[in-house]
């Protein structure tokens, strides 16, 4: 029985520590793009024209993106995306999708360490399953892909 407990304790420990670890990756993700959006206004600015009247702005801090938001507006509502860079890489990325039937709004929230997804937070708050990260990784790494 000892050396039960042991091992729940000692396993549990490693939990703890490994999500310690994530939360500390998640704050320093969230510092990170405070400090981009503190900053924009000091940045350099291109705007482009989408299709259907969509508007997309980058931010750049010398010759590195820093911050790319887009606005699509369609028969179904409007969205907004936000993608956040460090180094070249996605940081973060904010979709909020409003639908002009009800009113309803979809909300994402992305972070990335080192390109990779490494939590996904949906409209209620709640974190989505790791089995999907890839998925949605490669088709938000297929939407910048042509950013820089």
Do not use: C
């Amino acid at each position: 029985m000892k050396y039960f407990l042991f091992a729940v304790v000692f396993l549990t420990s490693g939990i703890g520590r490994a999500q310690d670890a994530s939360n500390q990756t998640i704050q320093q993700i969230k510092r990170e793009y405070n400090k981009i959006d503190a900053g924009a206004q000091h940045m350099r600015t291109v705007d482009k024209d989408l299709d259907n009247g969509s508007k997309g702005h980058m931010f750049y801090e010398g010759d590195d993106l820093r911050k790319a938001v887009f606005t699509y507006n369609a028969e179904t509502g409007k969205e907004t995306d936000e993608f956040y860079f460090l180094k070249g890489k996605p940081l973060f990325s904010h979709t909020l999708r409003t639908l002009k039937k009800g009113g309803a709004v979809v909300e994402n929230r992305y972070f990335f360490d080192n390109g990779h997804i490494v939590r996904w937070i949906n409209t209620g708050g709640a974190t989505v399953d790791q089995s999907k990260y890839a998925a949605k990784e490669q088709e938000i790494l297929d939407e910048i892909k042509d950013l820089h």
